[in-house]
């Protein structure tokens, strides 16, 4: 294989873009905290100049990455997998707490991050997994095994606990649902989203009645017999007094919820032995489903309560409108949307920012760059650089699309899936549209970690793409 | 084979333009229809604040007020947050000029747009509070209270030392300092400087476009309170040192006197000196300009670097390391005819009766006595050369504290000069030079150095009878129950105590032995002064006149040392001052009305 083969093959155009990601970038960042005693670009002791050495790295790395044999990478997918969980495992043993969160390796005045380069770790593996041949992608130990290589890493890193991070890997969801797995995925992904929010909004005893009518109207839907579905809703009614009555004679007044948990549990069993007796099809599956909904329920209830801490619990409840706080957890947020939008349709010019570099906005040259973004460069900016991103998205989707190896395609999937969700999430937490969780935007943020991992995941696809004619 | 899925890349596509457009919109929204957020940008200017703390107050021994504050307001001026403002009044109210505000304006900007830099330095307060009512008017500018030195008795400049502006060396060597920040620059405001300065504080307000306060920033979240310097009560006893520069008005020189027990220095004149206040506020620069130029150096402390050989007094020293290396005995004589005359070398003396023994050698200060042992001491026989001998001796010298920095809580001590034995050496060669070429170290006179700070400790190591402590001017500061533990280590000497008391006998005759003793002058009635005169040659003019004392004999609570330029004879100027100021310190008040006046009255060429 010759060197010109790989300069005639490149994609060039994806290239560009990369090239114009990280220069902008790097403008935002020395303009968000642009100091008047180092007004050099290039000064190295502020981390305008330190993200251009992180820059000229991550070229350096892209390069090597060109260099390789393409195979390479499918070769050694489960070995980088397995050295990525490793990393992973080392780093919540002698990892560095920053922050609150161990996720990081110091060594001297370096900090890298291992959760950013386990991304395309299970990109890797995944592809590698999912394009073995002969592979049945509707058995049942299949998907539970792309389950284990999506979330062991990411479960890795909540333990660290870096909730932000261990969210994007639900991106992997979607390689897998081109890869043919049923659409039910994305449906269910979509339901059990909106359930959580209802959950949070909405208080349990309502939301149970409203699954119960809709299971009922489900039933009657499926079944069209308006008799058995009564008879099943006067099974539920008569547990339902029963247990309130019950629980009344013990003391215990006004216990609507309990007695409506006791009722569904009574009539769910009686429900699934009677529709056994009566050979009634179709029911199994209802009741299934009303159950596991119930259960997830108490399940987002309870983990919100446990799992979350008390800030992320608060931004989330801030999001949702439940709590306003503006000068608490809200903060951020309100500053960011403030930093944004006082940058009105033009912005108001290279370094002339005021809110982002005054403080006002928090971790402004990492999580909260797009605000100086918005605010230096108005409407126009922000429009120009989602614009480049789906520019981007989609032209990497070409590229997935005329792969003709399956490995490709998928790893393909995988970055664009990763790099998507990073760049939705970051905007829409800039903009109140989802809670503030950390994660950087991609190309744009500081940051070596994030930089590189992104810069070799992009290169590896790249590497893969120049290699397809051969 | 056609993947049977890749329709599905319709719908991953498309779900990632249709979340681009909600982003898309969504900004459109925050950035070109709603107006809110530009409001709250406009009414969202973060003002940092900083909370300068007071710095410490010193006090003397006794709890006496040395050094307090007073309120100073700064004009302070943020360039990022000026906008079109009514100058014309502005300047009325400050009483400058246009031109001034421009010059004011173009420094404040070539510093930095955001970070506030000094304007205008310590208006009155009257106009500071007419200005914080119009504020409004005048948007970047604040005013910032700040804190001055105040000295109630206006003594002892060069030890307190003053208070200055951070130049910009120091603000990029230590970034806790910003331009327009003070410093202690001398003396113990220096030394001490991060004692007393506390630490400054910030507090954060939100303000409007019109540059008013509208609250706290985030709740004073990221507000750091000021933590106030912490007082210090000094060692000097401000009625000895205020009496001290009275006497010393007319004279130029100085006195240091000690605490023999404790090393704590009681009092630090040196004149020509200047009143402490003149060293504050606005007219610093100036002042400072005018007194650095004067003929007469009234910021040199002579008291810790002014370096004159010791005279006279140092024939106690090489008494004692006679009497310690056994080369002499207290009842050794020798005899002087007007001086000291070996291989055609002549060293003149006074009259005194002759021969003399080692206490009255003392007390008649006699120049052939010491030069006889000193020779002694270099012709040791225990040494093989001459330089060993010279070695020891000067190691002896060492031990005293002589040679080297005392290590005080005093800045710029001196380190004085006790030549190494290569000195002759590299002058002579080796070999070359004996006690003859050195004759003149036996009576304190040739290449001797000696602080008056390093010579009053002495006079307090021979009043300990072969110890003492480091001096130093700090007593106590506030809060803590221990002073640098370099302070309360005894320093031992190697020699004898019985040697001590042979050479205190000596000291005692000198100013108490009656006919023929050199500092008769220094007697006070009732109270055992030790002392001992001494003269520096002068190759200039003059010689000083040097004296040195403790009392009471036993039980010492002084030791002093004076030191007067061009003042001739030790005994006539020094050892009555000294005297003085040991009866004032002793006994609260001076009696002997004569003796002041006849100080007062002083004429020195």
């Known amino acids: ?470 | 084979m056609i993947n049977q899925y890749s329709q599905r890349k319709y719908i991953i596509g498309g779900l990632i333009l249709l979340t681009g457009l909600i982003l898309i919109l969504r900004l459109f929204y925050l950035q070109v229809i709603n107006s809110t957020y530009k409001l709250s940008a406009e009414n969202n200017s973060k003002r940092e604040v900083i909370q300068y703390p007071a710095r410490g107050l010193m006090y003397d021994r006794n709890g006496v007020l040395l050094v307090s504050n007073q309120a100073a307001y700064d004009v302070m001026l943020t360039p990022g947050q000026l906008s079109r403002f009514d100058t014309l009044s502005f300047c009325k109210l400050l009483g400058i000029s246009v031109n001034d505000v421009a010059t004011g304006i173009k420094k404040a900007r070539d510093y930095s747009r955001f970070a506030p830099t000094v304007f205008m330095k310590q208006v009155s307060g009257e106009v500071a509070s007419v200005l914080q009512e119009q504020l409004y008017k005048f948007p970047g500018f604040f005013v910032q209270t700040r804190t001055l030195r105040k000295y109630p008795k206006n003594i002892a400049a060069h030890l307190m030392g003053y208070v200055g502006e951070v130049d910009k060396n120091l603000i990029e060597k230590n970034p806790y300092y910003q331009m327009g920040d003070y410093i202690g620059i001398s003396g113990i405001e220096k030394n001490y400087e991060e004692i007393l300065r506390g630490e400054k504080g910030k507090k954060n307000f939100l303000v409007d476009v019109h540059s008013r306060i509208t609250g706290s920033y985030q709740d004073g979240r990221f507000d750091e309170p000021a933590r106030i310097g912490t007082d210090i009560n000094l060692t000097i006893d401000a009625g000895l040192q205020e009496y001290g520069e009275l006497l010393m008005k007319d004279f130029t020189g100085s006195i240091v006197a000690i605490e023999p027990t404790t090393g704590e220095v009681l009092c630090l004149v040196t004149t020509p000196s200047y009143p402490p206040d003149l060293l504050v506020g606005r007219g610093l620069s100036q002042n400072f300009n005018t007194l650095s130029g004067d003929s007469l150096k009234p910021l040199f402390n002579r008291a810790l670097a002014a370096s004159y050989p010791p005279g006279s007094t140092f024939k106690i020293i090489n008494a004692l390391i006679g009497l310690q290396e056994k080369v002499i005995s207290p009842s050794t004589e020798f005899g002087c005819q007007m001086g000291y005359s070996f291989r055609g070398q002549f060293l003149g003396c006074h009259s005194h009766r002759s021969p003399l023994d080692l206490r009255e050698a003392i007390q008649h200060s006699c120049n052939s006595y010491f030069v006889n042992s000193f020779r002694k001491i270099m012709e040791d026989p225990k040494f093989e050369a001459t330089h060993d001998a010279y070695n020891n001796w000067r190691n002896h010298l060492l031990s005293f504290g002589l040679g080297n920095s005392m290590n005080s809580d005093l800045s710029g001590e001196l380190k004085g000069f006790i030549p190494k034995d290569d000195y002759y050496n590299r002058y002579y060669g080796v070999g070359r030079w004996n006690f003859l070429t050195i004759r003149s170290l036996a009576i304190g006179q040739g290449e001797l150095g000696v602080t008056p700070l390093q010579m009053a400790n002495i006079t307090a190591a021979i009043a300990n009878k072969g110890y003492f402590m480091t001096p130093h001017v700090v007593k106590s500061i506030k809060g803590s129950d221990t002073i640098n533990h370099r302070f309360t280590e005894k320093h031992i000497i190697a020699i004898d105590t019985a040697h001590f008391t042979v050479a205190i006998d000596g000291m005692d005759l000198a100013v108490n032995g009656g006919a023929g003793s050199t500092a008769g002058r220094a007697k006070i009635e009732g109270i055992i002064v030790c002392g001992k005169t001494g003269t520096a040659e002068n190759p200039h003019g003059e010689d000083h006149s040097i004296f040195i004392a403790f009392a009471p004999r036993e039980n010492p609570k002084i030791a002093i040392a004076v030191y007067i330029e061009n003042g001739g004879f030790g005994g006539t100027w020094a050892a009555p001052l000294a005297s003085l100021m040991i009866e004032e310190y002793l006994t609260g008040e001076v009696k002997r009305k004569y003796l002041e006046d006849y100080i007062f009255n002083a004429v020195i060429k």
Not at chain 1, 113 to 137: D, H
Not at chain 1, 242 to 257: D, I, K, P, R
Request: charged fraction near 10%; hydrophobic fraction near 60%.
């Open chain 1, 1 to 470: 294989m010759k060197r010109g083969n790989i300069i005639a093959n490149l994609d060039w155009f994806t290239v560009l873009l990369f090239i114009l990601m990280i220069f902008l970038g790097w403008l935002n960042i020395f303009s968000a905290i642009y100091n008047e005693s180092h007004p050099s670009i290039l000064d190295f002791n502020q981390k305008y100049g330190k993200q251009f050495l992180w820059i000229l790295a991550a070229i350096v790395m892209a390069v090597a990455i060109l260099l390789i044999d393409h195979r390479f990478f499918e070769f050694f997918g489960y070995f980088i997998y397995a050295v990525a969980i490793i990393t992973l495992l080392a780093v919540l043993i002698v990892g560095k707490e920053i922050n609150g969160s161990k996720s990081w390796f110091v060594m001297g005045g370096f900090q890298i991050q291992p959760s950013e380069f386990a991304k395309p770790a299970v990109a890797l593996a995944l592809a590698k997994y999912l394009s073995t041949f002969n592979i049945n992608i509707q058995k049942v130990r299949t998907f539970v095994k792309v389950g284990v290589i999506i979330f062991l890493p990411a479960l890795l890193i909540l333990l660290q606990p870096d909730t932000g991070s261990a969210l994007v890997f639900f991106a992997f969801v979607f390689p897998v649902y081109r890869e043919g797995f049923s659409g039910m995925i994305l449906v269910t992904m979509f339901t059990l989203a909106l359930l959580f929010i209802l959950v949070l909004l909405f208080n349990e005893l309502l939301l149970l009645l409203i699954i119960l009518v809709i299971g009922f109207a489900a039933y009657w839907l499926l079944a069209r017999n308006f008799r058995n579905m009564m008879i099943a809703f006067l099974i539920f009614a008569g547990f339902f007094i029963v247990s309130y009555g019950t629980l009344y004679l013990f003391g215990q007044n006004s216990a609507f919820y309990a007695a409506t948990l006791i009722a569904l549990a009574f009539s769910l069993a009686s429900f699934l032995v009677m529709a056994y007796i009566y050979r009634i099809r179709k029911i199994g599956m209802l009741i299934l489903a009303v159950t596991i909904v119930v259960f997830y329920t108490f399940a987002v209830d309870y983990s919100f309560e446990h799992f979350l801490s008390d800030y992320q619990q608060r931004r989330v409840n801030i999001m949702l409108g439940i709590q306003s706080d503006p000068l608490g957890a809200g903060y951020n947020v309100n500053q960011s949307m403030i930093a944004i939008g006082s940058g009105g349709f033009a912005g108001k010019g290279f370094l002339q920012g005021t809110q982002t570099k005054l403080d006002f906005v928090p971790e402004q040259s990492t999580d909260f760059i797009f605000c100086t973004v918005g605010e230096e460069w108005g409407f126009i900016g922000t429009f120009f650089v989602i614009l480049l991103f789906l520019t981007f998205f989609i032209r990497l989707i070409q590229l997935a699309e005329r792969q003709k190896e399956n490995f490709a395609r998928i790893y393909g999937y995988g970055i664009i899936s990763v790099i998507f969700i990073h760049f939705f999430i970051n905007i829409a937490m800039t903009i109140g549209l989802f809670p503030v969780v950390g994660i950087p935007l991609p190309f744009f943020s500081y940051g070596g970690s994030s930089l590189w991992a992104f810069t070799i995941m992009l290169f590896i696809f790249l590497r893969l793409d120049a290699g397809r004619m051969e």
